[in-house]
T-cell receptor, first 110, second 113 residues
Framework: GQSLEQPSEVTAVEGAIVQINCTYQTSGFYGLSWYQQHDGGAPTFLSYNALDGLEETGRFSSFLSRSDSYGYLLLQELQMKDSASYFC???????????FGKGTRLHILP | DAGITQSPRHKVTETGTPVTLRCHQTENHRYMYWYRQDPGHGLRLIHYSYGVKDTDKGEVSDGYSVSRSKTEDFLLTLESATSSQTSVYFC????????????FGEGSWLTVV
């Protein structure tokens, strides 16, 4: 089957850097992606890694190590609007299912 | 924003009644998904579709059925609603070749009393 593990909560200070980790188990692998969800809203796509290494998109970066079945989302120069839940997701060889982790709630302190 | 519309957006229903949630897309994407979101459980896949009349089960499919008679519409039916099905339901769409990028609808809040 497929499963993902990520911390339930993370707290950081405005202006700082925070890393949200995700480990996964899947039969086959087509990539790891990250989504952001604000309270009361829908999840929105942030980034996607199919190959090992770092992908950078503005203040957000995402890293993947396929040999370790591990990835992380790095948020720099934190802003209060970054307070949200962040989900990692994988698609494996089990058909076209896209499975999500339980999410990490990011709290930002002023 | 991806053209995804969910209806109804909010519904209160009684235990034992049937309920159908509709997802309509204007993007002509091949894949459509239904997820439910509950505190402490994140997003869990209920059913998904990889084409017209082609559907498969997800992680939590018991008590739910789906149908896709047209590319643009994906229906989720609770045959006999139970209180455990009180949740927020999200429809999502994806196009082959875009990796894991999926686009979500705004959600449907369902309360079963």
């Amino acid at each position: 089957g497929q499963s993902l593990e990520q911390p339930s909560e993370v707290t950081a200070v405005e202006g700082a850097i925070v890393q949200i980790n995700c480990t996964y188990q899947t039969s086959g692998f087509y990539g790891l992606s990250w989504y952001q969800q604000h309270d009361g809203g829908a999840p929105t796509f942030l980034s996607y890694n199919a190959l090992d290494g770092l992908e950078e998109t503005g203040r957000f970066s995402s890293f993947l190590s396929r040999s370790d079945s591990y990835g992380y989302l790095l948020l720099q120069e934190l802003q209060m609007k970054d307070s949200a839940s962040y989900f990692c997701a994988v698609r494996g060889l089990e058909g076209d299912k896209i499975i999500f982790g339980k999410g990490t709630r990011l709290h930002i302190l002023p | 924003d991806a053209g995804i519309t969910q209806s109804p957006r909010h519904k209160v229903t009684e235990t034992g009644t049937p309920v159908t949630l509709r997802c309509h897309q204007t993007e002509n994407h091949r894949y459509m998904y239904w997820y439910r979101q509950d505190p402490g459980h994140g997003l869990r896949l209920i059913h998904y579709s990889y084409g017209v009349k082609d559907t498969d089960k997800g992680e939590v499919s018991d008590g739910y059925s789906v149908s896709r008679s047209k590319t643009e519409d994906f229906l989720l039916t609770l045959e006999s609603a139970t209180s455990s099905q009180t949740s927020v339901y999200f429809c999502a769409i994806s196009e082959t070749g875009e990796g894991n990028t999926i686009y979500f609808g705004e959600g449907s809040w369902l309360t079963v009393v």
